[in-house]
Each structure stands twice: as C-alpha cells, then as structure tokens.
C-alpha cells in the first residue's frame, strides 16, 4: 500500500427513486441558481440546487442538475492526471491523456452516511478514536459519512440499494467471509454486465468518472482554484482556497464532519475533496493511464483477490494540501478498511 499516494442512497420510497430518476434523464436544462445546503436526515438531502460555469479540458458546459441527494453528470470529454510541473504530481501515476465518458450518470451528491448504511440493517463500523487521543476519527451521528468500509462491503452495499429498487445488481460477489459492516471478503467478484457502465443498477463509480465529477469542468489542482506553493509534500498549511471546499488536516480538528458542510462543486457534488476517502471500482494502475485517448476506461472486473489494489480517491480529513488535490491516486487493498476510507455511489443513465 503507498500511503503517501495514497451510497449513497437511503431511499425513503420507491416513488422518491422514481421521481428522481425521471428528473435526472429529463433533458430539459436545470435552472440556474446558487446555494450551498446543508445534508441534514436519513437522506442527507439538501435542497435541489443548480449552477453553472465554463468547462475546462473539452468537457460540457457544467450546470449542477441535483434532486434528492443524486446529480446528473453528462456525458463528455475532459484530461485525467495533472501536469508534470503541478505540485505532488509523481513521475507516472498521473500522466494526462483525453478521456472520453460516452454515458451520463447519476453520482451522489454526498458520500454514504452512517444513517443511509444503517437504514439497510447493517452494523454501523464507524470509529471514534480509533488509534489514540490525539485523532478522534470519524464523527458518529446519521449525517456523519460511514468509515471503515473495504471495497467488498462498498460493493455489497450498492447491491443492497439496487435490491431495494428493483435493479440489477452490478456485483456479484462470492467466496464471502464476513458479514457487512464487520470486515466482509470476498474471493470472488464479477459484473453482471461486459463493463461496469453498462450495468443498470447501483456501483461504485469509475475512477475516470470520479475525477470527471470532482473537477466540474476545472483544471487546477483543487475544483476551487490553484494550490499555495508547497515546500514540502508532507506539510500541512493554511490554504485558502482548500479551506472553502474540503476537511484536511489543517481544519478538520483531526476528524470527519457531517456532509455538506462545505462548498460544493460546480455539478453540486459535497465533499469531493476531503473528510473521507472514496472507493472507486477501477483496478489501481501504477503506470498511470497509458499515452493514449482513453474511452469509457477502469470499467472492467480486473483481477480480484482481497489484496488486489482499487484505486482511492478524495483525500480525507488527516492527510495534507498535496494529497487532496482532484488528481491524486490512492491505492488499498480491497479488503482493508480504515476509518479514513468512506464512499459514494453512482449509476449510469439511459441518455
């Protein structure tokens, strides 16, 4: 594991859901209006809130288009990885290349809380104080994201929401030792589908997908601006424009927060930087993207055993400024789960 480099659904009712997902792949443009709303409930829902801005890298107009705890991301076009002179960029896990995402999605709007994972039956494995005094760990209250969940679980999950509602699982897993919420593994996984994109029910999101909707049509190192010059990878200072959008280790008080605290980005999406690190379903690739144009990529089942490296995106409350840029790779085993490690859901849309 390299340290240093290192769902989102409580659905109330079927009809919530529906009514969602009818909004969501209506293609009449959102209105445009600004806000910034605090998650609050067994949703973690803030009012529906639209936005709109220039895209960056080739993609859409960026317009937040968000109902009921999910945003509508269009499909299109932006440069995964960062450049060479962008301060933590590493030699070859972030070399920029096209990326083409032919499928709108829905991505939740904020990372799973504990009360969306309870509300499925399942034991609540956030921590608080989970190593010693001085790092309290992840808040515990329903609007608080779940910590401590491997990627097995996060999966499993995503095939409980996609249950609730009538949808086809995406995972399916087998060999599974463990309960949900308690350290599941597995030793077997497949996808019900030839990608993961071409399944219809809930997952987790692509890591070409996540950076898409991180970066809402930015190209600078955080979707609120650039970085403050950082004399060491290590430190962790003062950076005005991390503060606005994300718990880290300079004003996270050495913990998570509840969702939705903070600014969200252009597509409406909370925490994207910051308070927890996300799974994603991609396969960790050391080498980075390749130098190619890559359509659809990361969508693939890849190699599963439960140390087989999936990639981690987000940075989380603990670490500093250089880990919590858009384009910083995490990789963990997919059995592992610390506190720092949270998710969010996505599912891909019928356009």
């Known amino acids: 594991m390299n340290v240093s480099r290192t769902i989102f659904v409580a659905a109330t009712s079927a009809s919530v859901v529906a009514l969602l997902v009818a909004s969501c792949e209506d293609e009449t443009e959102a209105t445009t209006q600004a806000s910034n709303n605090t998650a609050t409930g067994a949703g973690a829902n803030g009012a529906n809130n639209s936005s709109s801005g220039t895209a960056g890298g080739g993609?859409?107009?960026?317009?937040?288009?968000?109902?009921?705890?999910?945003?509508?991301?269009p499909a299109g076009e932006f440069v995964i990885g960062s450049p060479e002179e962008e301060c933590g960029h590493p030699p070859s896990e972030e070399t920029q290349v096209q990326v083409t995402l032919t499928r709108s999605f829905l991505i939740g709007q904020y990372e799973v809380t504990q009360e969306q994972w309870q509300s499925h039956g399942l034991p609540n494995p956030s921590?608080?104080?989970?190593?010693?005094?001085?790092?309290?760990?992840?808040?515990?209250?329903?609007n608080c994201p779940v910590g401590k969940v491997n990627w097995f679980e996060a999966a499993g999950f995503s095939n409980l929401v996609s249950d609730a509602e009538g949808l086809q699982q995406c995972y399916q897993l087998s060999g599974c030792t463990g309960a949900m919420g308690e350290g599941m593994t597995c030793t077997s996984m497949t996808i019900a589908a030839p990608t993961i994109y071409d399944c219809a029910g809930y997952r987790l999101p692509t890591e070409a997908e996540w950076e898409?909707?991180?970066?809402?049509?930015?190209?600078?190192?955080?979707?609120?601006?650039?970085?403050?010059?950082?004399?060491?990878?290590?430190s962790c200072y003062a950076d005005p424009n991390l503060e606005t959008i994300a718990w880290y280790c300079f004003n996270s008080g050495k913990q998570t927060h509840p969702?939705?605290?903070?600014?969200?980005?252009?597509?409406?999406?909370?925490?994207?930087?910051?308070?927890?690190?996300?799974?994603?379903?991609?396969?960790?690739?050391?080498?980075?993207?390749?130098?190619?144009?890559?359509?659809?990529?990361?969508?693939?089942?890849?190699?599963?055993?439960?140390?087989?490296?999936?990639?981690?995106?987000?940075?989380?409350?603990?670490?500093?400024?250089?880990?919590?840029?858009?384009?910083?790779?995490?990789?963990?085993?997919?059995?592992?789960?610390?506190?720092?490690?949270?998710?969010?859901?996505?599912?891909?849309?019928?356009?």
């Open 212 to 234: 898409y909707a991180a970066r809402a049509g930015t190209t600078s190192p955080f979707y609120s601006g650039p970085m403050q010059p950082c004399p060491d990878l290590s």
């Open 259 to 351: 969702v939705g605290q903070l600014t969200p980005n252009g597509w409406g999406l909370y925490d994207m930087i910051g308070n927890i690190f996300e799974w994603t379903h991609s396969q960790f690739t050391p080498s980075g993207y390749g130098t190619r144009p890559l359509v659809d990529p990361g969508g693939q089942a890849g190699p599963v055993t439960p140390t087989a490296a999936r990639t981690m995106r987000g940075c989380s409350y603990s670490f500093w400024n250089s880990i919590c840029r858009a384009a910083e790779r995490s990789d963990y085993s997919m059995d592992l789960a610390f506190h720092t490690q949270g998710f969010r859901l996505a599912r891909t849309l019928a356009d």
């Open 59 to 73: 993609g859409p107009l960026v317009v937040a288009d968000c109902q009921s705890g999910w945003c509508r991301i």
């Open 127 to 142: 921590v608080e104080f989970p190593n010693d005094p001085d790092d309290r760990g992840n808040c515990i209250a329903a």
